[in-house]
């Protein structure tokens, strides 16, 4: 097996195994190859990884923020150095397009432990004069975390975690999608060698219920999942149970609203953006197209021409631009919206069925989906469907579209191209959705804040914001006086 790593999990800076916990496989799923076979952890494994950072947060804790913020660095350029035989390891994993991989995955996750490594010893408190005495605070570590992972950015969003967690000097027990297990592993052994004391960082593998575990476990102060809002609503029930703080980034079905004085190329490339990167697999897609009517058949001919240009192909191979869907149950549930799309009645521009690619034929491939006229309530364009299928929908006045915009319980992003730019902020300041673009759409350098308003999730992942959701503020009154007393 071609990605077979040394263990399934990675604890106390070391690999182990848990032979008894249920076995499951890597797919590539370009040609549905097992890469890797591994083992969930089982009750002892999770406890034992919980123990290990434990114990080795009070050290990192300890450690001068200097010094903590060195390892950070030094982990973000072994990334870069070894970019591209982590984004062969991550295309296998998810099938995605090597030219995407080496861009946008481990180099993504670099740059955010630089952001985060840069920033430890900023995190001062405060003097807070009280005439005579005073107070100060200080912002302390929360101690272990747990991130929970989803499968279309495996390594981005263990970096996204792991990067302001350590930075907090906390610990982080963090467990992958079941669905791509083998890049955290990776990020593990990477660590140790930037010299981050063992137990700092750890993984476990496995399902649902080893999520839950760590979300229950008594010695976790935090949980940060990225996933699916059913997902986020278990979790966060659990959580709420025992107190703990929470993370939540979740699903989306964002608008992106195109006014009839926009540049129709840029549009264009922002919805093929918004819909077709990672085959459509990006929570903050701008799945819902609103297009102004006076332009909409310009930009739908423009679209379908640009949308037949589209390379799908061998992830492997550089010039592929669309690879497979990360896995047959989501190749089956994108398959399935397509026919829906097209039995309530929406207006197939192109694709709209499964693609066939002649060198991998049992590759999980589907063709980049247009559907034009699409109305409000059709499934297509309130269910978050995780595939290449965009949904175009006409309007014609701007708090008419503002308000279709916002009829969802999702508020993960929007995005809005005008060249009036009063309209721009104005339609932005209505818009019910936690990351916003304006002329361009899924841009998320991690310097900008980045989660979800509504049901797309709690807290902010990236930013300066971040460290507010991995730390904690005492508050230390200092007497300089006598202490007065009733009696
Ligand atoms: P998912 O919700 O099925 O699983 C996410 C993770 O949660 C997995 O690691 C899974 O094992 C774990 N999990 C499942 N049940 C659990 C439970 N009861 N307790 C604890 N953990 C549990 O999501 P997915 O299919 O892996 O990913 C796709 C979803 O993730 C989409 O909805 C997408 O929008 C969302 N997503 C959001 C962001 C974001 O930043 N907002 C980023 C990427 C993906």
């Known amino acids: 097996m071609r990605a077979q790593p040394k263990a399934s999990h990675f604890i106390n800076g070391t690999y182990v195994e848990s032979p008894n916990g249920k076995a499951f496989q890597s797919i590539y799923p370009a040609t549905t190859e097992v890469i890797a076979e591994l083992h969930s952890a089982d009750e002892a494994t999770v406890d034992a990884a919980i123990a290990a950072a434990k114990e080795a947060q ?34 296998l994993d998810t099938g995605k397009p090597i030219q995407e991989t080496l861009v946008a995955d481990a180099a993504s996750g670099a740059e955010c432990l630089e952001y985060f490594g840069g920033l430890t010893s900023t995190l001062t408190g405060e003097y807070i004069d009280l005439g005579g005495s005073f107070a100060l605070t200080k912002r302390e570590p929360l101690g272990v975390c747990a991130g929970i992972g989803a499968w279309n950015y495996p390594i981005q969003i263990a970096c996204w975690k792991a ?4 930075a907090c000097g906390n610990a982080l027990v963090f467990k992958p999608s079941e669905v791509t297990p083998l890049s955290a592993l990776k990020l593990a052994e990477i660590m140790i ?3 981050l004391p063992a137990g700092v960082f750890n993984v476990v593998q496995g399902f649902g219920d080893v999520g839950a575990r760590l979300v229950s476990h008594d010695d976790v102060a935090k949980v940060s999942l990225t996933g699916s809002v059913p997902t986020g609503a278990k979790v966060a029930a659990l959580a709420g149970e025992h107190l703990k703080k929470t993370t939540m980034e979740l699903g989306g079905k964002s608008p992106l609203i195109i006014f009839d004085d926009a540049d129709i190329e840029n549009a ?5 953006n918004a819909n077709f990167y990672s085959t459509g697999q990006v929570c903050s897609n701008g799945t819902r197209v609103f297009v102004h009517t006076t332009i909409k058949e310009a930009f739908l001919a423009r679209l379908a021409e640009r949308t037949g240009n589209a390379v799908l192909g061998d992830p492997m191979d550089e010039a592929t631009s669309i690879g497979p869907l990360v896995s047959k149950a989501q190749f089956d549930k994108v398959l399935g919206y397509m026919k829906i799309g097209a039995d309530e009645g929406a207006r197939l521009i192109c694709g709209g069925d499964r693609a066939s690619v002649a060198s991998l034929p ?5 063709q980049p989906t247009v559907f034009a006229d699409v109305k409000d309530d059709m499934r297509i364009a309130t269910e978050e469907i995780f595939g290449p299928v965009m949904s175009v929908l006409d309007f014609d006045d701007e708090a008419d579209v503002i308000a279709r915009a916002n009829d969802t319980a999702f508020g993960l992003a929007a995005g809005v191209f005008t060249k009036d730019i009063q309209r721009a902020h104005r339609v932005i300041d209505q818009l019910q959705a936690g990351t916003c673009w304006i002329n361009t759409y ?18 902010r992942e990236n930013g300066h914001a971040a460290i507010e959701y991995y730390s904690q503020i005492k508050s230390v009154y200092v007497e300089m006086g006598d202490v007065e007393a009733a009696f």
């Open 163 to 166: 990067a302001p967690a350590l």
């Open 362 to 366: 049992e590759g999980y491939f589907v």
């Open 193 to 195: 060698e930037a010299g």
């Open 442 to 459: 899924n841009l998320t350098p991690v310097a900008m804040p980045f989660g979800g308003y509504k049901k797309s999730g709690m807290g």
């Open 268 to 272: 264009v490339s922002a919805a093929i």
């Open 58 to 91: 009070k050290v990192w804790a300890a450690t001068d923020p200097i010094t903590r913020g060195r390892v950070l660095l030094k982990a973000a350029e072994l990334l870069r150095e070894r970019n591209q035989e982590l984004s062969e390891l991550e295309t």
